[in-house]
C-alpha cells in the first residue's frame, strides 16, 4: 500500500510532554508522511482511508522483554519463586523441540499483535538444537512484527541442563549462522548476552560476550538482580554486593544494552545504570507473579535511566498483554511508596513506547508518531462503555483500556489487524496448531522429573 490516510482520530504521538489533538495522520511507503491536527483538507487524496473517529491514535506497543514460546507454558509451574520455577523452565529444554518454538511464538505474535504491540524483543535463552531459534525467528517473521531477537548463552549452572549448555566458541558460532542467514535492518534486529548472570554464565563467558558483541555490532540483553536468589548468589560466589556492580567488572552495562528486571539493584547500581547509558526492561506482572519484589522503577526514573515495559514470557505472567502490564506498572509503584502521585500515566505510556524504543536501539524508527518514522500504529476504541466518559486520555489508556479495544495494528504502514481481524494470518490455523504443540510437548513433559 502506497498512501494511507487515518482520519479523525485522537492522536497521542508521544513526543515530549503530555499532547493529544485530533487530526489525521498520512503514511507514505510505510513511513509517517504527515501528522496534522484538525480536519483533512478536502483535496487530500489517498489509496485508502481509515475514519479512526472515537478511537485514540497511537504508536504501536513495545515488548521489551519476552520469551514467546512460552505461552504453550501459560500456568504449567506456579506458586513457585525463581530458583525452582527455572528449574522447570530450564529442564523443559530435555523435550522442547523446534516446533514447539515455532507454534508457540506464532500464538504468542498474534497474541501480541491482538493486544497492540508493533514490536517484541524476543530474549531467546534455551536452544537444545539449533533450529530452535531459527524456528522462532520463522514465527517472528511469519507474523509481520518488528522484532529484536536476542539470541542468548548459559555455560554454567546446576539447574542447567546439558543440552542448553554451550561452549562460547559453539555459541558464537550459532549467532554467527543465524547472522548469516537474516538480513539485518531496522525489522529485525539481533543482540545477543548472558541469560541470567551469574547462576548460568562463568565470567570468562561474561568477558567474551562483551567482545563477541563489540565485534559483531550486537546489543545486549540480560536478565539482571530479578530475585534476592541472584544477588546472593553474586555475594556468595563472587564477592559483590550487586549483579550490575558484578557485570560493570565486564563491562556488560552500556548504551546497547537492556536489563530485564532489575529488581534487586541499589542506590550506587542505578547510577551506574544512568552513568553507562544502560536501560531496563521492566516486567511487573511476571515480578508479581514469582513474587520477586519491586523494582525501583520511579528511582530509576528519576535518576534519567530509560525504563522500557516487558510481559516476559507467559510462564510467568500468564499472557503477553502489554495493557495488563502498564496498569500493573503503574498501581505496583503508587502501592509499593504508598504514595498515589508517586508515578504518572504518561510515564508509563513512556515506557510502553519510546522507552521499549531506546531500549532496543530504534528510537529513530518507532515509539512516537513522527514524520519520518516508521508508520508503527495502532487504533484504540475509547468509545466503550468502560472507557467514557473521557477525562483523562493518558491515565485512561493506562487504567481503563484494555487489549481487547485495540481496533487496528499496522508495522510499517501494513496493517496487521483491521477491526480485530487478522490480515496476514489465519487465526484458527495458528490455535490448532499451538493447540498440538501444547498436547506433544505435555506429554513429554510428563516423562521429567525436576
Ligand atoms: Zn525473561
Given amino acids: 500500500m502506497d498512501n494511507l490516510l487515518v482520519t479523525n482520530a485522537l492522536i497521542i504521538p508521544m513526543t515530549g510532554t503530555r499532547r493529544s489533538f485530533t487530526g489525521y495522520v498520512r503514511v507514505h511507503e510505510g513511513a509517517i508522511a504527515e501528522v496534522s491536527a484538525g ?8 489509496e485508502r482511508v481509515i475514519n479512526a473517529s472515537g478511537c485514540v491514535l497511537m504508536p504501536g506497543l513495545i515488548n521489551a522483554h519476552t520469551h514467546l514460546y512460552q505461552v504453550l507454558l501459560r500456568a504449567v509451574w506456579e506458586d513457585l519463586e525463581l530458583m525452582p520455577w527455572l528449574r522447570r523452565i530450564y529442564g523443559s529444554a530435555r523435550v522442547l523441540r523446534p516446533e514447539h518454538f515455532y507454534a508457540g511464538s506464532l500464538l504468542g505474535c498474534v497474541e501480541a499483535i491482538r493486544s497492540g504491540v508493533t514490536t517484541v524483543c524476543e530474549h531467546n535463552f ?7 531459534a531459527f524456528e522462532t525467528l520463522r514465527a517472528i517473521q511469519d507474523s509481520g512484527l518488528r522484532a529484536v531477537f536476542a539470541r542468548t548463552i548459559m555455560d554454567t549452572g546446576e ?17 554467527e549462522n543465524i547472522l548469516a542467514k537474516h538480513d539485518r535492518s531496522a525489522d529485525l534486529t539481533f543482540m545477543t548476552g548472558p541469560n541470567t548472570p551469574p547462576i548460568n554464565t562463568t565470567p570468562s563467558l561474561l568477558r567474551e560476550i562483551r567482545r563477541f558483541a563489540d565485534d559483531k555490532s550486537l546489543g545486549i540483553s540480560a536478565h539482571v538482580a530479578e530475585s534476592k536468589s541472584v544477588v546472593e548468589c553474586v555475594r556468595q560466589q563472587h564477592g559483590k554486593n550487586g549483579v550490575v556492580e558484578f557485570l560493570q567488572g565486564f563491562g556488560i552495562p552500556g548504551p546497547n544494552s537492556i536489563f530485564a528486571h532489575s529488581v534487586h539493584i541499589s542506590s550506587d547500581e542505578i547510577a551506574l545504570l544512568k552513568q553507562t547509558g544502560t536501560s531496563v526492561s521492566h516486567n511487573p506482572v511476571s515480578n508479581m507473579m514469582l513474587g520477586d519484589g519491586v523494582a525501583p522503577v520511579v528511582e530509576m526514573l528519576r535518576q534519567g535511566v530509560n525504563v522500557a515495559l ?7 505472567n500468564h499472557s503477553q498483554d502489554l495493557f495488563d502490564t502498564m496498569k500493573a506498572a503503574s498501581l505496583l509503584q503508587k502501592v509499593h511508596h504508598q504514595d498515589a502521585g508517586v508515578i504518572d500515566p504518561y510515564s508509563v505510556l513512556r515506557m510502553a513506547t519510546i522507552g521499549g524504543a531506546k531500549a532496543l536501539g530504534l528510537s529513530s524508527v518507532c515509539g512516537t508518531i513522527e514524520v519520518g518514522k516508521r508508520a508503527d500504529l495502532i487504533l484504540i476504541d475509547i468509545d466503550t462503555i468502560h472507557s467514557q466518559p473521557i477525562n483523562d486520555i493518558f491515565s485512561q489508556i493506562v487504567h481503563c483500556a484494555k487489549a481487547s479495544d485495540v481496533r487496528t495494528v499496522m508495522v510499517n504502514g501494513k496493517i496487521l489487524m483491521r477491526e480485530r481481524k487478522l490480515m496476514q494470518q489465519d487465526e484458527k490455523e495458528i490455535l490448532t496448531n499451538a493447540r498440538k504443540a501444547h498436547r506433544d510437548l505435555t506429554e513429554r513433559l510428563a516423562s521429567l522429573s525436576f
Fill in 310 to 316: 516487558g510481559t516476559d514470557g507467559a510462564a510467568s
Fill in 39 to 46: 480536519e483533512l483538507p478536502a483535496a487530500a487524496h489517498a
Fill in 159 to 175: 539447574i542447567v541442563p546439558e543440552c542448553v549448555k554451550e561452549q562460547p566458541d559453539a555459541a558464537f558460532r550459532h549467532i
Fill in 126 to 132: 534455551l536452544n537444545p538444537s539449533v533450529e530452535c
